[in-house]
């Protein structure tokens, strides 16, 4: 889960007042857009939002209307629109950063035929912004857009490790879900763990977010804190020590080439971050 902002906080940093019915709006937008493809009723948003159903209807009809949001033939559930979609599709057309690792995550995913991901640090979540599947395991769908803890992924530990002894706050939500039987949920292990990645110069994710599955995770260091990051995924029946080292060096070569290509961002702030 992303952290709350501390809206007081913010206000104090910026100097500028929050817009409740803008705040509103985007949090309606990102419930809908958290729940995938489950719609759903006015009541379920109002309760989640804690916000009276009558101002959570007069927003929602507007988003209808504008097609942020989309509403079934009985008009009673709703899920997100095709603007957002625009909006998406937006943001990774003009990503400078995409239009680089696009190309080296293809050649690495057809170098080692396993499945390569590219993505960014969102507060507490890692969204995946382009997915390069194996031809050995294809998955019915698209990850790119979808987010996760970054606490339980390789590339979201990767970049966490980053922040350890550098002052930045490290994203780690107070409560710790699992995903999986094998997610790290004790804080000090989950530490401990961010150490040896750190000191290792790379992530591994052993079954934390899917059973059966390892990823390997590596920020990509163009910014300052790193944002970004690139994983391989492996099942672990295809895995052994040699492949391990193959799939590791393989993709730290990779690593390498993106952060030469990369225009370089040393400024020590990110709007990621």
């Not at 990850?143 to 803890?149: C, E, F, S, T, W």
């Amino acid at each position: 889960m992303t952290l709350p902002l501390d809206e007081a906080e913010g206000a104090a940093q910026s100097g500028v007042r929050g817009v409740k019915s803008a705040a509103r709006t985007v949090e309606l937008l990102e419930l809908l857009a958290s729940r995938q493809n489950r719609p759903a009723r006015l009541r379920e948003l109002s309760d989640a939002l804690g916000a009276p159903r009558s101002s959570i209807y007069a927003l929602i009809r507007t988003l209808v209307e504008r097609g942020w949001v989309r509403t079934d033939a009985s008009g009673t559930l709703y899920s997100i629109g095709i603007r957002a979609l625009l909006a998406g599709t937006t943001y990774l057309d003009t990503d400078p950063y995409l239009r680089i690792v696009q190309p080296h995550i293809n050649d690495l995913s057809a170098l080692l035929d396993e499945t390569i991901h590219f993505g960014r640090l969102d507060r507490g979540d890692i969204v995946y912004l382009a997915t390069k599947e194996s031809s050995q395991y294809l998955r019915p769908f698209s990850r790119v857009g979808r987010r996760l803890p970054a606490f339980s992924t390789a590339m979201g530990k990767s970049l966490l490790a980053e922040r350890l002894g550098t002052g930045l706050e490290v994203p780690i939500p107070a409560q710790l879900t699992p995903l999986t039987p094998k997610t790290l949920v004790d804080r000090d292990a989950l530490t401990r763990d961010l150490e040896l990645t750190r000191r290792r110069g790379y992530a591994i994710d052993d079954e934390e977010n899917y059973a059966g599955v390892m990823c390997f995770g590596f920020a990509l260091r163009y910014t300052s804190p790193p944002t970004d990051a690139i994983s391989c995924s492996v099942p672990i029946a295809n895995l052994t020590e040699e492949r391990t080292k193959e799939i590791t060096e393989a993709m730290e070569r990779t690593r390498l080439a993106i952060e030469r290509m990369a225009p370089m961002d040393l400024s020590g702030t990110s709007e990621f971050s």
